[in-house]
C-alpha cells in the first residue's frame, strides 16, 4: 500500500508540472502572437489542452523551410516555443524548464543557435520558476556549456513573466519587454 501512495503522490507532481509547463507555454505562445509573432510551439507539445483549445491553436503548422532540414532539425521542432518574424526568421527561442533536467533545454537551444548563421537567432531563454535561478546558472557552469556566454541566453523567470504578461500583451511592442525582465547568465 505504502509502495502505491508513492506512486499516486509522483503522478499528481507530474500532472500539476505538466500543466504548469503547458501553462507557460500558453503564456508564451499568448505573448508573441500579441506582439505580433508567428508562434511556434513544440511538436510534442501540439494537441495539449490550453484556453479551451490547443497549445498550437493560432501557431504556425509546420517550421520554415530552413528550420524543417539539417542535422538540428529533430530538435528545433521540440524547442518549446519560437517566436518568428513573417519571413521565417527566428527572433526569440524559449525552453521552458519546470521539473525536467535543464540541459536536455539547453541542449536544444544550441542545436538551434549553431546550426544557422552565427547571430541568426536574437534571443534565447531558458524560462523556470523563480525557485530554479541557481539550477540555471550551475549547469551553465559546465565546461560543456561554455559556448552559452557567447549566445547571450537569458534566464526568465515564472513571476515575472507572470506579473507583466498582461501588459506586455497589451502596450509591448518587439522583444524590448520580455529583454527587461530576463536576467543575463553570463
Known amino acids: 500500500m505504502r509502495e502505491e501512495a508513492k506512486l ?18 500558453g503564456w508564451l505562445r499568448d505573448l508573441g502572437l500579441s506582439l505580433g509573432f508567428d508562434v511556434w510551439i513544440a511538436s510534442n507539445d501540439r494537441s495539449r489542452p490550453y484556453g479551451g483549445g490547443c497549445l498550437a491553436d493560432g501557431c504556425l503548422t ?34 521552458v524548464e519546470h521539473s ?18 552565427r547571430g541568426a537567432v536574437l534571443a534565447l531563454y531558458l ?32 513571476g515575472q513573466l507572470d506579473r507583466h504578461r498582461e501588459a506586455i500583451a497589451r502596450f509591448g511592442r518587439g522583444l524590448h519587454p520580455i529583454e527587461q525582465l530576463a536576467r543575463d547568465l553570463s
Open 127 to 158: 524560462v523556470a520558476p523563480d525557485a530554479r535561478e541557481e539550477d540555471v546558472r550551475a549547469q551553465l557552469r559546465r565546461p560543456a556549456f561554455s559556448r552559452i556566454a557567447d549566445l547571450h541566453v537569458r534566464y526568465l523567470p515564472y
Open 100 to 117: 525536467t533536467s535543464i540541459y536536455s533545454g539547453i541542449v536544444r537551444t544550441l542545436d538551434l543557435a549553431l546550426s544557422g548563421e
Open 62 to 95: 509546420e517550421l520554415p523551410p530552413g528550420l524543417r532540414s539539417g542535422t538540428a532539425a529533430g530538435a528545433i521542432r521540440l524547442i518549446d516555443g519560437l517566436w518568428l518574424e513573417s519571413g521565417g526568421n527566428v527572433t526569440a527561442a524559449f525552453e
Open 8 to 25: 499516486d503522490k509522483a503522478q499528481m507532481v507530474a500532472e500539476r508540472d505538466d500543466v504548469t509547463h503547458t501553462e507557460v507555454q
